[in-house]
């Protein structure tokens, strides 16, 4: 036989195994039995009806009960072991019994069908081994599963069937090897006096155990909740079955008020397991999930809230890759001997203790922990070490731990990263709350990872981020009057832009001034320079030094000119000098005395007295008008007034001399009669000189006389 038929075969035995027992065993083959159990009364090999009950006769047949009766469908088991495996095989049509099904005797092993759509009622069913699926409905006043006897043990499977059962009488039981699965949904309502269900009532059993698996759901309520008994009612009571859930299942219960002495637990156990993606409510007046031994959450959910102790008790808690909402009384979170959290988000609330608490050792690890106590109460507490790592701790408290690295730790509302933090799934920074990440610290997003500061955060630190940070409140970071602050968390830009910073200090070029921005060099009280006048150097608001190419003064008017003693005629001079500019005459290099002057405007008009002109000697002088702009200088001649008389001849030739010869012109001056300046010659030559002065005179004398006789 070759491999992979072998493997084949293998693999299809093993399937065998896994599957039920009770519906494998022995599944009949016949034709349903149909039933009327409100027909008329017969009896045959296979049922019998008569007017105070229906008797079911054969096992390993199938049947299909429909109608509707008040009577009550009997069944009889056997005591022989070696028909431990034969089953009444049940098909609900529709059924409505009003006196249930009744096991007479000995127990039964019960294998019920109730198909889809269809919506079947019964007063009660109960078997020893009873097996329930199709996805109809079936509604009764107790589902019980009686307890094991020395040849058949106590076993429940149900699977797709949605099972209502409002509890008549003291409490369903499920006892023995429980297995609800498939899309299975069973509701149990307690009647206010006993819990709704109890588990695995025959204590020291091994054999009970219940399993939640696929997307069954088992919830266990209270039919007035709010009004007080006078007993303990709890929602769920398992005494000696461990309770496990996993894949998608749920389960819920509540307890009911107490008047009395104890209160209800919403769910307490000796052990249980809850894992995969399950989920699990409980609502307590003591415990709301109580736990005796060990009670391990590795995946699923817990939101368990009590009102009078602990949101969650067990002797040992471990809580893995979990989401866990707890409120107590007392602390919400209480593992008696240790306590481990890993992997997983925490919420606990405690109204007058402590929220997270044992009296072993605690330790966090890779968790989102939220604990709530009231005021100056810690809010984690260890009796013995707290080790905390790569976690981020809210607390209400203001304690401090034996050891925790790379971790957020708030205290109230002031937080602080320790070490290289890291976000795990979602975290926010709430309004009123500060976090500040030190120098030498690191908080890092990781991919997927979302991180919302609605706080404040100050960054003296590193922040590393792959995954998404928000902020609605930014911080950190400077803006200026050309950027707006950058975030030192999340790096957008926030907030406006600063006024520019303008230097007190003027810049300039050569035209205009101004004051700059030291940050974007923008400008402001750009103008023009200002100068007292052509030929001021310094701006007087900024300072700025110009070159200022100042003409120099020249004599307009009066330059080369002449004037003659006792002419009592004044001699004009201008410069183009500006007046304003005037500061002194100087004649020679020597000023001299403004009383010997007139000035005036336009440009600069300088008028030297003829008084003071007659004190210079006769020849060449020099005039300076000065300015502020320069000097304006000039020479001038001052002149005689002896008139020079010139000698003619007769025929108004040129006398002609030798070489050695020169012309006498002589001179006369008037003003001091001195002596004809003559030109020294020898004595013929002063001879000479008389004999034509006589021959002039006398032929002007005659021209005259003439002249009169004409």
Request: charged share 20%.
């Amino acid at each position: 036989m070759n491999k992979k038929l072998i493997t084949m075969l293998v693999t299809f035995c093993f399937m065998l195994l896994l599957a039920p027992v009770s519906v494998m065993a022995a599944t009949p083959t016949n034709a349903p039995i149909v039933i009327d159990v409100g027909g008329a009364n017969v009896e045959n090999e296979n049922y019998k009806i008569t007017d105070t009950g229906i008797n079911i006769r054969k096992r390993d047949v199938n049947y299909e009960l429909t109608g509707t009766t008040d009577k009550k469908i009997n069944f009889w088991g056997s005591n022989n072991p070696n028909e431990v495996d034969q089953a009444f095989y049940l098909k609900l049509n529709n059924l409505v019994c009003n006196g249930g099904f009744i096991v007479q005797n000995s127990p039964v092993k019960m294998v019920v069908e109730v198909p889809k759509d269809t919506n079947n009622k019964l007063k009660r069913i109960s078997a020893n081994d009873l097996t329930i699926y199709g996805s109809g409905v079936l509604n009764t006043e107790g589902f019980t599963v009686t307890q094991k006897t020395s040849y058949m043990d106590s076993a429940l499977h149900v699977t797709d069937t949605t099972i209502n059962v409002n509890v008549a009488r003291n409490s369903a039981e499920w006892n023995g090897k429980c297995v609800i699965s498939g899309n299975a949904v069973l509701t149990y309502t307690g009647n206010g006096i006993y819990a709704p269900l109890q588990l695995g009532v025959k204590n020291g059993d091994a054999t009970h155990s219940v399993l939640l698996e696929d997307n069954a759901k088992l919830i266990c309520l209270q039919d007035d909740p709010e009004t007080p008994s006078e007993y303990s009612v709890s929602g769920l009571e398992s005494f000696g079955a461990p309770i496990t859930l996993k894949d998608n299942s749920y389960l819920e219960a509540e307890a009911k008020s107490s008047t009395g002495k104890y209160a209800g637990f919403g769910i307490v156990s000796s052990s249980m397991k809850v894992l995969g993606n399950s989920k699990v409510v409980a609502r307590g007046y003591d415990a709301a999930l109580s736990v005796g031994n060990d009670l391990e959450i590795n995946g699923g959910t817990i939101k368990a809230i009590s009102k009078g102790s602990n949101g969650i008790y067990a002797e040992n808690l471990k809580i893995e890759n979990a989401q866990i909402e707890a409120e107590g009384y007392w602390p919400a979170l209480f593992g008696n001997d240790a306590l481990s959290i890993s992997n997983s988000t925490i919420n606990a609330t405690s109204i007058d203790d402590i929220a997270i608490f044992t009296r072993g050792n605690l330790s966090i690890e890779n968790s989102k922990v939220e604990a709530n106590a009231p005021q100056d109460i810690e809010g984690i507490k260890a009796r013995q070490t707290t080790t905390i790592n790569q976690s981020w701790i809210t607390t209400t408290g203001n304690e401090s731990y034996d050891s925790i690295n790379d971790s957020v730790l708030f205290n109230g509302n002031d937080g602080k990263v320790i070490g290289n933090a890291t976000v795990i799934g979602e975290e926010t920074v709430s309004s009123e709350k500060t976090l500040i990440i030190p120098e030498g610290t690191t908080l890092s997003i990781p991919d997927k990872a979302k991180f919302t500061n609605n706080g404040k955060v100050v960054v003296n630190g590193t922040v590393i981020n792959s995954g998404q940070i928000t902020c609605t409140n930014h911080s950190g970071g400077k803006a200026t009057c050309i950027q707006k602050a950058v975030c030192e968390l999340c790096n957008q830009e926030y907030g406006d832009l600063l006024e520019h910073n303008y230097s007190t200090k003027w810049m300039n070029n050569e035209e205009i001034h101004w004051q700059e921005c030291t940050v974007c060099h923008n400008h402001k009280d750009e103008s023009k320079h200002i100068f007292d006048d052509d030929k001021d150097t310094v701006c007087n608001v900024c300072g700025y030094e110009r070159m200022v190419n100042i003409k120099t003064p020249k004599i307009i008017k009066g330059q080369n000119s002449k004037w003659k003693k006792d002419s009592k005629i004044d001699f004009v001079f201008v410069s183009d000098a500006d007046y304003s500019d005037f500061v002194s005459v100087s004649i020679d290099g020597k000023i001299i005395d403004s009383r010997n002057y007139v000035s005036k405007e336009g440009s600069t008009i300088i008028t030297l007295k003829s008084d003071y002109l007659n004190t210079l000697s006769v020849g060449k002088h020099t005039i300076s008008i000065n300015s502020t702009t320069g000097s304006a200088s000039t020479e001038f001649i001052i002149e005689s007034n002896v008139v020079e008389t010139p000698v003619k001849d007769d025929n108004k030739k040129k006398d002609s001399t030798s070489n050695n010869q020169e012309t006498v012109k002589p001179m006369v001056k008037a003003e001091n009669k001195q002596e004809v300046k003559k030109v020294k010659t020898g004595d013929d030559e002063n001879i000479i000189g008389i004999a034509l002065l006589l021959i002039g005179s006398l032929v002007v004398l005659t021209y005259i006389r003439n002249k009169k006789i004409d």
